[in-house]
């Protein structure tokens, strides 16, 4: 003991902290990592859902389920996966409220939480809204679902509340936009957009939707949205490892990538209206690549296997994805002004404002090409089966085609509107039906049963064809 007691002074006080590691962050830190994070679970499941329910592609030589309408458990885990950024969204609003200085990070947060809830009843229906993201601050860890309708009623109110909340007068103190590089007038635009898209989905349900798209559509000095597509919400990877496109070579191999031909109703649509977007979204047939004639061949949604697997001669005389969407620094898109021009367009020929449905949806159909890339001709506009002639169908099909890798939006305007008109493929196993939700994952079975098991019941015990509530019964 004593030998001890002589040693101990001697002892020194280990600090097993790791210096690399830091203690507390900013929130100019968190927000690239969950736009980042967010930016992929939307260009994964446009790949693997969106795409294949709604015919933007299909698979060419396995028997994929989701083309078929099969749905299978793990096709729900990785949109319910966003839940995971509330955490890291609650932790920049905190930050704000201690800080000074901070006020953009705090709406900016807020408005990406709503567009995060948004994809998620979207996909699901009823959710936990109003009692999520509450196991750390408020140990729940069961939250209870709320309903679509109320879902929506609480996004509603927070985009009208966040975007008065901006201060344009300042900008982020931290840094950390990788969209608008802090610019905070188009945040704001990306706000009321995002509103707009939400007020336009629920105006058939909501009665209160309409007047409030009268009165934003109405008064643009007081309610700014997208005016070019430098206003566009799109996520642009750097192209270095790990910030790359999740198609990219460097995540999915060439041979799987390949697995998927883009649809024959994509490429026969556009080379029907000679529409240069076809060459930005496909690739000519390997068997024609490089020739004086290059020829766009689809496949056609839900073949049994073999056929698909043979369809015109075999992969090499079939269109695969555009090699774009294989490069490392494709952008992930959440929101663009090609598309908040086409809800302008309905709203106008709705009679929801006084705006020109005509010009409007002219102009969307140019920024929804010059996004993509592709050549332009006005006399595209002129063209049979292009030329707008005053009705909603003509509005919707080409904002179908624009929503092309838009997230899961082009299957929720497809459950909305009803068109463009597709037409099941033989192999399908929904009698011919699109699903019109995802069911919700295994996981809420096992940690929260009694939520689920009430939310269920209310969604025709979570049957994929149980409507949205904003859908037409």
Known sequence: MLAIAMVAPACTKVDNTNPNVPVTVNPGVVLPQIIYNTSNTL??????????????????????????????????????????????????IAMSDKGQGLTNYKAIARVVKVYIYSVLTDTYGDIPYSESGKAISQQEYTPEYDTQEEVYKGMLAELASVSKSFNTAETLLYSGDPVYKGTISRWVKFTNSLRLRLLMRVSRKMPSAVGDITTMLSNPADYPMMDNNDDNFVYRYSGGLPDVYPLAPAYVRDFDFKYKSVSAFIVDSLKKFNDSRLFQFARPTNASAGTSNPQYVGLPNSLPVTESANYNGGYNFQSYLGTRFQSPTEPA????????LFLKAEAAQMGYFSGDATALYNDAIKASFAYWGAPFAESYLQRTGVKYDGTLPKIYLQKFFALYFTGMEGWNEYRRTGYPLLAAGPANVNDGKVPSRIPYPLSEQSLNRINYTD????????????????QPQ
């Open 43 to 92: 260009v994964n499941n446009a790949f693997e859902l969106n795409n294949e329910l709604i015919q933007y592609t299909c698979m060419n030589n396995t028997f994929t389920e989701v083309q078929r309408f099969k749905l299978q458990p793990a096709n729900s885990n990785g949109i319910w996966a966003l839940y995971n950024r509330m955490r890291d969204l609650d932790d920049i």
């Open 455 to 470: 939310a269920a019941k209310r969604m025709g015990n979570d049957n994929m064809n149980h409507k949205m509530w904003w």
């Open 333 to 340: 898109i959440w929101l663009t002004w090609s598309e908040v």
